[in-house]
C-alpha cells in the first residue's frame, strides 16, 4: 500500500487528513500522519522489502471515544493491524492518540 491509498482510507472517517502538518490551523477532530521510521527486511546484503512504520495521529479537543472508534473502524475495514499510545498536549490543549500501522 502506498500513502496516497491511507490518506484516501483516513479520508473515510470524515475528518480533515493531511501529511506531516496543515498549512491553516483546523479545528480538532482531525487527523495528521506521518512516516516515523522503517523496518526494511533484509536479504542478500539488499533491502528486500521495505516497511514504513506510519504514525496515525488523530488530535481532538477532550477524550473523543466516538471518534478513536472512526478511526479503528476504518483501519478494520481496511485489514489494518496497529498499535496505539496516547498522550495530552498542555501547550496545545490537545489530546492526541497515535495509531501505528506499517505499509509494505
Known amino acids: 500500500m502506498k500513502l496516497d491509498e491511507l490518506y484516501d482510507i483516513l479520508k473515510e472517517t470524515g475528518f480533515p487528513v493531511a501529511y506531516s502538518h496543515f498549512f491553516k490551523p483546523q479545528n480538532p477532530p482531525f487527523i495528521v500522519y506521518v512516516i516515523a521510521y522503517s523496518s526494511n527486511f533484509g536479504a542478500d546484503d539488499r533491502v528486500y522489502q521495505e516497511i514504513e512504520n506510519v504514525q496515525i495521529e488523530l488530535y481532538t479537543k477532550m477524550k473523543d471515544l466516538e471518534a478513536e472508534?472512526?478511526?479503528?473502524?476504518?483501519?478494520?475495514?481496511?485489514?489494518?493491524?496497529?498499535?496505539?499510545t496516547e498522550i495530552y498536549i498542555p501547550s496545545e490543549k490537545l489530546y492526541q492518540k497515535v495509531y501505528e500501522v506499517r505499509l509494505l
Do not use: A, C, P, R
Open 69 to 84: 472508534s472512526k478511526v479503528k473502524t476504518v483501519l478494520d475495514e481496511h485489514g489494518f493491524y496497529y498499535e496505539t
